[in-house]
């Protein structure tokens, strides 16, 4: 099979690379310049008439201090929560939690690192050999800002799992009051931090690169830290998700197995549940919000540099990044007007839906930013010669992506709420028709969801296109934009929308952090064993003045658990959606350079030409082994964790699962993670490579592939997933059925939404960006060869290289167990289903 592989990519990449001839891969006949070697305009050169005529780059410091004030207000909220009261026994808990994580996330770190080694070799050898414009010194600050692109990402989801894991343990002491608001209020503000500290720090770094590196270094900085950061987030959020869900799933069926809660104490897979909460759920997110913040601002530099007039070029450079620093404090005002909204209704109410403060704040600072956009696109942009109406026409086509990260977790909350009617279907459905028909109305959520948040995204696309054709479209004359200020509007105008997809940053991870922090809250609770502790009424009373009302407790922190997964769901698709949007504005970028500003081979980018309509067929298959490859990651891993937790659960002899075995499984998601991860991105590296040297319009369907299937299997996934997750949640908490056949039936769902929604749907977002964005490099490096042979060869390579991991990634990873044989169940009496006893595992996984 594999020879088979090999011969059939050998014929593709020799036979395209000789139809072409070369040509293609010589655009623009020598005027192909690399978007690495563009030159930054000097922002002290751009002066703003409505404040008084200050420069770019002083408006720019303005930006870079409200960013540190963004960052101050995230830190000041950390050490605020880490001052909460909460009980020994629960710290001891969440401090156990952290430990485990943190030992997750140092063996991520040094995996990071080799990792970097494949990208950095690559960035040595295109700048080292290839392009050598600025010599060694150039060379070696693109690793540096790679590394700190990487550093940054992973940074974040370290202060990510720091804030979670003690905020977990506040909110579950909270609950004991019996009072719903606090319960709510913590994991929104442990949220919080975690934005306005991700936001601010992307935007400093970002800021800094374009105010103080030299003007002809800077781009390729940029994208240099964009990849690293690229690669930390795919890794982490590969890794996470698969992770996450091997604990869940190994915690989740010994429930059926042993009819035991969720999180009791004795079984070996709690722990690690709760770990992987945090690494699939906090530790994926933010660093994969690090990544989207910074990929799309990259794009959006890149189009201004090779498709924006030169002279206009600092001062769309100028309104974009200082549009974003605004948006900090969009969020901020946001936050504080509806902290003490819903502090007013809700602070001594006895019942409180937890879901209405969080959507409250989503739309309140979707207004807000669309209306801080409008007023200060008018002072930065309204005294632009010959343009009147550029200002609101930009401001509104940011205000339809603005829009979107509102309208898509209000249509994700119709597939995936507590309150769903898809999610009451998937009820209804178990209690009659057991785990099969829970699987199938999942499965019909997931489908609806992708065609109603699809039609979505390509409405608020199209209105932003429909605004953007108010702009005149230039075009490139012996190097020059004439007849317009931009080249493709419209295409301008989808990187927009990606932006103001973003526009809400904090408050959009704030949401998504908020469910790890619910989750684990729950665990805390039964983990800590506060029932048990011998006058622990008393002791609560006379050292916190709390009279306990312990069944309350658990009931609000199962019910705000419910409210944690719709919104962990609602932002998912934001995510995705920038992904594909923003990858669009990516590829365009590749595109400008292919073409010589759009001036030759424009033709190629056609179904007509062979090449580029099989790159939109490769791409799909590319996303559909993605899906396989996390998912059987994280069966094995999973096999193997039920296996050494079902041998070692002790529920007689003792209350708790020793740390010890619970490490042990700890370790074992660990490994799985890493042999997962290790797998995947190195397939998605030299797929990349090789693509690319097999012809570049090829190479340009295949991007364009990526994001549509990535997008719309991302949807389905995740939303599938949610809904399985939920259903279950209804049972446990609404009906208070569990331990009954329905509730066995809903966990089975849940397991195979686990890995839906956390494993292969969120981690296509990462994948899309580094995909597009490493692909502009590998793209170059195709570019400056440019010999049809030596192309040939090198799309050979790496194409082998890629399906050697394809392989490995099923074949080295799966369940090896000899095959039950009629043997096996000879034995057994009429009415049994059990095998006499399981085949010893035989592991074949290669290190």
Known sequence: ??????????????????????????????????????????????????????????????????????????????????????????????????????????QQGKFLLLLFAFIGSVIFVYFGFLNTTGGWGRVFIVLLFAIIGMAGSYGIAWYGIRLNTFANSRTSFAALEGKPFKVYDIPMRSGMSVGMVLISTELIMMLAILMFLPADVATACFLGFAIGESLGASALRIAGGIFTKIADIGSDLMKIVFKIDEDDPRNPGTIADCTGDNAGDSVGPSADGFETYGVTGVALITFILLGVQADLQAHFLVWIFFIRAIMLVASGLSYFGNALWARARFENADEMEFETPLTSLVWITSIVSIVLTFIMSFVLLSDIPGQPSLWWILSLIISFGTLAGAIIPELVKVFTGVKAKHVEEVVKSANKGGASLDILSGLVAGNFSAYWLGIAIVGLMAGAYGVSTMIVPGAMVDGVISGGIMLAPGVFALGLVAFGFLGMGPVTIAVDSYGPVTDNAQSVYELSQIEQIPGIEAELERDYGIKAKFERAKHLLEANDGAGNTFKATAKPVLIGTAAVGATTMIFSIIMNLTAGLTTNVNNLSLLHVPFLLGLLTGGAIIYWFTGASMQAVTTGAFRAVEFIKENIDLEGTTKASVEVSRKVVEICTQYAQKGMFNIFLGIFFATLAFAFVEPYFFIGYLISIAIFGLYQAIFMANAGGAWDNAKKIVEVDLKAKGTELHD???????????????????????????????????????????????????????????????RSFYGMRIDQPMLTAADFAHLEDGDSAPAAEAPVKETVEA
């Open 1 to 106: 099979m594999r020879a088979g592989l090999f011969g059939v990519f050998g014929l593709l990449a020799l036979s395209l690379s000789a139809c072409s001839g070369g040509a293609a891969a010589s655009p623009g006949e020598g005027a192909h310049k690399s978007e690495f070697d563009l030159p930054l305009p000097d922002l002290h050169a751009v002066t703003f008439a409505n404040l008084g005529g200050i420069s770019g780059w002083w408006l720019l410091l303005i930006g870079m201090l409200i960013c540190v004030a963004g960052f101050a207000f995230g830190i000041l909220s950390y050490l605020k929560l880490k001052n909460l009261p909460v009980h020994q026994s629960m710290r001891d808990v969440s401090e156990l939690i952290y430990e485990t994580c943190k030992a997750y996330l140092a």
């Open 745 to 807: 039936a809903s966990i089975v769902g849940d397991t195979v939404g686990d890995p839906f929604k956390d494993t292969s749907s969120v981690a296509l977002n990462p994948v899309i960006k580094f995909t597009t964005l490493f692909g502009m490099l590998a793209i170059e490096l195709s570019l400056i060869i440019n010999n049809p042979a030596v192309n040939a060869v090198l799309a050979v390579i790496f194409g082998l290289a890629s399906a050697f991991m394809v392989w």
